[in-house]
């Protein structure tokens, strides 16, 4: 008998990332998943012979610079006591992500769930109700696939297959990149249906972003825009050198941090008359930066106050490669990846770049509703100003905010710390490790 929920996360290195996405998971009112965490060891650099050439081009003009170093410090904060986990170990390759995706797939682990939902580390699941309410929306709705709008974005043809050399004077390594993410285009286009929704992706449009996330980063639009110009005045958070001024740019950026960590514990405090804290009538979502009312951009269906919504056009695709997938869709990609050879592509350097997108196409090519969510939120850049911003402080902060009157969350180093907890989820002090706390 099948399981309903199967939950895959990622880890790969900066324990506050892993820390952020299982906080959010055991805060969540649906306890009955199967965790499957995986290690993703190595720095990426494989000894393939079809990185041969790509070791060739890094040796003039630089390595990966999405590759990165695993850091064992990750591996004590990854055990959930009282809760069905397992542990696998993959090999860190340039498909990133996606690649542990794909191997957690050809490793068939995913046929005993009913649904399977792929998350990498740093992603928030930034609604308490999130996993009750994607099984629910599934099942009502017939979904078979939904994606993480937090960074929903489309990117013409013509820009994406360039998208290194589009500039002046591209580096060997720049037309070297390019030719990856051709190459592993090519892979799925052995398959004729997938050739032919490439064939039709358009350039006719300019490159947009939209981010849905639930409407609680900040209640007024000067509120927002003040946040925003003290990120910009300061720079990082995380980075300091000592000197006086750094010293008080770092003060001044960890005020409204500050703030929604104490706003949260006065909010659990209070909770017995003021309740949850609510979204505005008049959701708002952001596009190119810019807040808009969220009906005034697409039409949405809520479930248990998530928001939905579905998009018929191949080329939108959800960044960070985090999806929601029934048993139906993994069998149909599953036949096509092994009918085709795709696995091909794993051993492809920078393989990771255009499989971002390939996820986008998947359900135009294998027959399915392509839906997205705003549910879950990698944070990675401010949405207004695009700064860097995946940090501890700043990680606390969005989950003070999303969880207000919940939780507080505080930091020490690379470490997040739990402040406080409200009365109902005193048991996440058995559930999470000591280093949380």
Known sequence: MAHKLAIVICVHHKPWLVMSTLITLVLQDYEEADV???????????????????????????ANIQLSAYDERVEEICVLNGRRVHYLEYENDHALDSGAWYK??????????????????????????????????????????????????????????NY???????????????????????VFCRDQEFKTIFDHWRSDYAAETQNHVPDLLSYTETTWKNRARIQQ??????EQDGS???????????????????????????????????????????VQGKHWPVSSVVQTEREGGVAY???????????????????????????????????????????GTPLEVIWGFMPAWLGFEKWFTDGMHRVRRHFTT????????????????????????????????????????????TILPERYF
């Open 386 to 429: 695009y700064q860097r911003e995946d940090y501890p402080p700043e990680i606390a902060s969005y989950i003070n905010r999303y969880y207000c009157g919940r939780i507080c969350i505080e930091w020490d180093g690379d470490y997040l710390k739990i402040r406080s907890l409200r009365r109902d989820y005193r048991d996440l002090v």
């Open 36 to 62: 499957f965490i995986i290690f993703n060891k190595g720095n990426g650099e494989r000894d393939l012979s079809g990185y041969d050439e790509y070791r060739m081009v890094a040796k003039t003009s630089g």
């Open 233 to 238: 005045l300061s720079g990082r958070l995380y």
């Open 309 to 351: 919504h579905r998009v018929e056009t191949p080329e939108w695709f959800g960044c960070a490669v985090s999806h929601f997938m029934s048993r139906s869709f993994l069998e149909c990609l599953s036949d096509r990846l092994d009918r085709y050879q795709m696995y091909d592509v794993i051993d492809l350097p920078y393989a």
């Open 164 to 186: 290194n050399t589009r500039n002046k004077n591209p580096t060997h390594h720049d037309r070297f990149h390019d030719r990856m993410i051709r190459e592993t285009l090519e």
């Open 244 to 286: 006086v001024a750094r010293m008080l740019a770092v003060a001044l950026r960890s005020v409204p941090g500050r703030i929604d960590a104490l706003r949260s514990l006065a909010r659990m405090r209070l909770h017995w008359c003021c309740g949850d804290v609510e979204e505005p009538s008049v959701p708002r979502v952001f």
């Open 104 to 161: 957690f797939i050809r490793d068939n682990l995913w046929r005993n769930y009913d649904y399977t939902l792929f998350v990498g580390e740093g992603m928030l699941l930034a609604r308490p109700n999130l996993l009750s309410s994607l099984l629910a929306f599934a099942k009502r709705q017939g979904v078979d696939f939904i994606t993480s709008g937090h960074e929903k974005r489309r990117i013409p043809k013509k820009d994406f297959i």
